[in-house]
């Protein structure tokens, strides 16, 4: 067993060496600061090798890349990284102008190695230190010069190297003196006597090779005492019941002997400390495990330290053995459930705008009408088109159509087109609204990701919160300051019923300070697992989605809350998904005449106006069971470091 364990330290050590030989690898040398950039650069030009010739990419080559690059995205999406830095490679090789090839294999080698870190971790805290190993070699053949990689490969080497059998002078550097404990000689005694306490004490005792000292506290008539093929724990046992005592070592050979009374014991029994290691424990459970060392194993002195996770208990031998064994049990059953969460909110926005819109409106109007009217308001401009010849005096079309050219002159009758019927004084025309023929299609998507994980114990609840905090004021109140305020009567003479400007006085020196209390917006949610015995898992989950509801009453915020709350049993590694709609919204609006549109066929042909927009949340948790339900006969999870305290 210790050459085998000898041979994996070697490996890990190698290993280690691989990762510091690559990442210790020398840099380019800068040219000397006596040497002329002229001489660098014809001595950089000497070592340089003739240039290889230069391969031109076809389109075939360029085709295939892009379509390795296309699988191996969706190898990718499946979290096969492996496959899919095979292809990225083969893309980045077969056109290497693309930049994005091997960006995108550098990312995959990313999530490749966080994956088997993961794994090895998962087997380092189920004790599997094969698996460990493996995951961990395959994480540095991936990226040699990763940081976390090397870490997590001196912690293995570490516990490999603890795990061998040290000399007892390095156990006994490494942790304080134990209490002594006798060793009296092997075998079986019989006794026989009738004398008094201490005579009786001493021969026991001295049969076994130990020399008892007596405490004159030991006194009392003489004991009779017969005992056959006893061992030294039964003897002494059997001694002290007799001569109602107790026995402290010294030391391996010696051992003094009081009567059994509590101001002996609190002055003869050697006191103990230990230093529990308790990970994984909350504030709240290591402050019962030392109330329960306090009440019920009446150890002197506790020190709980949450910070640190550790407890120090100073009592008796006996007492420390009993909370130990105690401590154990408690702690022993206890599984631990890593939980993967994922949060995906999917955004959809869509906007359709399709069909014709008919003329709304008509225009009916006198031409003779509308011709005098815009005549009379631009008379200079048709004195100038006379005056110039382009037309006669009386042709007032010609003059109106020439206006209405240059641009000088607008009028929205004519915009449209008109339509003329009748004639002489009653000629009439007609002008229609505009027509608009829609056609447009807007529509968008997001999503958003996040991926947490929460490491709990059995029946630990954990909490994820994503949001921010909104500040929203609940109260004020007024600093009245009396500081300069001169009160007739009270500060300064003069008769206390002049006090009209006191008022005034006391409004101008307040100052109005606002309460704040941050509320917290977005999604809180709650996991407790319990792992059960047939391997499920059950989730009691808490969902609360919390949002400004967009009024307010007296200045404070409306919030709008959605909540759930259930238990599910899901197996190990499997997933349960959780959905909440967070907003939905559609429109719909019609533009087109009345009656018609409303007619089945014409109204697909008529304007249409769709908003739909839409955003839901999904949760997606998976449970991996990481410890479980610890045997007996395992290493137990409770480190604990004994030594002797100071008489």
Known sequence: MNHSRAQFVAAVAA???????????????????????????????????????????????????????????????????????????????????????AAANEVVRSHAVTELIQAATKARIKGDAQGEGAALQRAAELDPRNVQVAEHLRAMADDAADSQTKSLYQKDTESLTAAPALEPLPGKRSFHLRTDRRQAIENVFHSFGIEASIDSSVTGPPVRFEMDDATFAQATQAINMVTDTFTVPLDAHRAIV??????NRTQYMRQEFETVYLGGMSQAEMTDVGN??????????????????????????????????????????????????????????????????????????????????????????VQEIISSGLAAPGDTLTILGILLASGQVSSPIFQ?????????????????????????????ESREL?????????????????????????????????????????????????LSSLLSQLNSGAQTIPQIEYQDLGLTFKATPRVMRSGEVALTMDLKITALGGSSINGV???????????????????????????????RA???????????????????????????????????????????????IVRIERGRAAM
């Open 258 to 263: 009081a009567k059994d009374t509590r101001e």
């Open 416 to 444: 449209n087109g008109v339509a003329l019927f009748g004639g002489g004084l009653t000629l009439t025309g007609v002008s229609p609204g505009p027509v608009k023929v829609a056609l447009n299609l807007n529509s968008s």
């Open 15 to 101: 290993l280690l060496l691989q990762l510091g030989a690559a990442a210790q690898q020398p840099l380019p040398s800068a040219p000397a600061a006596n040497q002329t950039p002229a001489a660098a650069s014809a001595e950089a030009q000497s070592e340089q090798k003739a240039p290889a010739p230069v391969h031109k990419i076809t389109d075939r080559e360029r085709r295939q890349a892009t379509k390795l690059y296309l699988e191996a995205t969706k190898l990718f999406a499946k979290q096969q990284y492996e496959a899919a830095m095979k292809d990225y490679n083969e893309a980045a090789r077969l056109d290497p102008e693309n930049p994005n090839y």
């Open 557 to 587: 915020p409306i919030l709008n809350n959605r909540s759930y709350s259930g238990v599910a049993t899901v197996k190990d590694n499997a997933a349960v998904v959780l959905v909440s709609q967070v907003d939905k919204e559609e429109s």
């Open 292 to 381: 329960m060392a306090k009440t019920v194993f009446q150890a002197q002195q506790v020190a709980v330290q949450a910070s640190s996770g550790t407890l120090t208990i100073r009592a008796t031998t006996d007492k420390l053995n009993a909370f130990n064994e105690t401590l154990k049990q408690l702690l022993d059953g206890k599984s631990q459930v890593l939980l993967d969460v994922k949060l995906l909110q999917v955004v959809h926005n869509n906007l359709r705008n399709t069909g014709i819109t008919p003329p709304q409106q008509i225009t009916a109007f006198n031409v003779y009408t509308e011709e005098q009217a815009l005549l009379s308001q631009n008379q200079q401009l």
């Open 590 to 636: 019609l533009s087109g005449l009345p009656g018609l549109t409303e007619i089945p066929g014409l109204n697909n042909v008529t304007n249409k106006d769709i908003t739909k927009n839409y955003a839901s949340l999904l949760i997606v948790v998976s449970p991996h069971v990481v410890r479980w339900t610890q045997p007996a006969g395992h290493t137990p």
């Open 450 to 498: 996040d991926q947490l994980q929460l490491h709990l114990g059995d029946g630990e609840e954990g909490t994820i919160k994503s949001g921010s905090r909104y500040p929203i004021e609940t109260s004020q109140y007024s600093d009245l300051g009396t500081s300069g305020i001169n009160i007739p009567g009270l500060t300064s003479a003069g008769a206390s019923g002049s």
